[in-house]
T-cell receptor, first 113, second 115 residues
Framework: ETGVTQTPRHLVMGMTNKKSLKCEQH?????MYWYKQSAKKPLELMFV???????ENNSVPSRFSPECPNSSHLFLHLHTLQPEDSALYLC????????????FGQGTRLTVV | AQTVTQSQPEMSVQEAETVTLSCTYD???????LFWYKQPPSRQMILVIR??????QNATENRFSVNFQKAAKSFSLKISDSQLGDAAMYFC????????????FGKGTRLHILP
């Protein structure tokens, strides 16, 4: 347990559904990240938040909508997803952007049907 | 742009033996960090070992050690006395020295431990 908790662990949703992924960290970190992990591909950084402000959006489609209400919580709102969006979504946090490593959650395994 | 390459998608090693996972990277920077992360079936990414590029001494962490060859841009991970619990995906990662630099990951190597 690294102090970063993600819920749910598994999610199956239809292409017309709206769902949200939640990430919570109890490490006092100020930076939080969403990563997408697909089979046989490098981890893809999706969004970065630093002190609740979005500092990076790596050309992610608008059907993914992040929200960071405070430094401890990060959400990823999903709507009208495609089957190719099925992947493991990992949340991570670090002490500001200068920390040399990130602490990861266990991920949400998302399946879009 | 920086890239990280892990050329071995899968490897197997006998329990108690030693295995080396390869990683190469490309960067024009002189100062940076390199990491090995482990992702067991629980899916949580766990930092195994970290190397600062300015340090010539190879990092070690119990049974895990690295062979850092800066000129060759190579950063291999050696696992000694392999244990069943070492079975996982291993990701090599690079991070620049600057404040806004993000971690860049390789595609990973799946390591199987044979009893």
């Amino acid at each position: 347990e690294t102090g970063v908790t993600q819920t749910p662990r598994h999610l199956v949703m239809g292409m017309t559904n709206k769902k949200s992924l939640k990430c919570e960290q109890h490490l006092g970190h100020n930076a939080m990240y969403w990563y997408k992990q697909s089979a046989k591909k490098p981890l893809e950084l999706m969004f970065v938040y630093n002190f609740k402000e979005q500092t990076e959006n790596n050309s992610v489609p608008s059907r993914f909508s992040p929200e960071c209400p405070n430094s401890s919580h990060l959400f990823l709102h999903l709507h009208t997803l495609q089957p190719e969006d099925s992947a493991l979504y990992l949340c991570a946090s670090s002490q500001e952007l200068t920390l040399t490593e990130a602490f990861f959650g266990q991920g949400t395994r998302l399946t879009v049907v | 742009a920086q890239t990280v390459t892990q050329s071995q998608p899968e490897m197997s090693v006998q329990e108690a033996e030693t295995v080396t996972l390869s990683c190469t990277y490309d960067t024009s920077e002189s100062d940076y960090y390199l990491f090995w992360y482990k992702q067991p079936p629980s899916r949580q990414m766990i930092l195994v070992i970290r190397q600062e590029a300015y340090k010539q001494q190879n990092a070690t962490e119990n049974r895990f050690s690295v062979n850092f060859q800066k000129a060759a841009k190579s950063f291999s991970l050696k696992i000694s006395d392999s244990q069943l619990g070492d079975a996982a995906m291993y990701f090599c990662a690079y991070r620049g020295w600057n404040r806004d630099d993000k971690i860049i990951f390789g595609k990973g190597t799946r390591l199987h431990i044979l009893p």
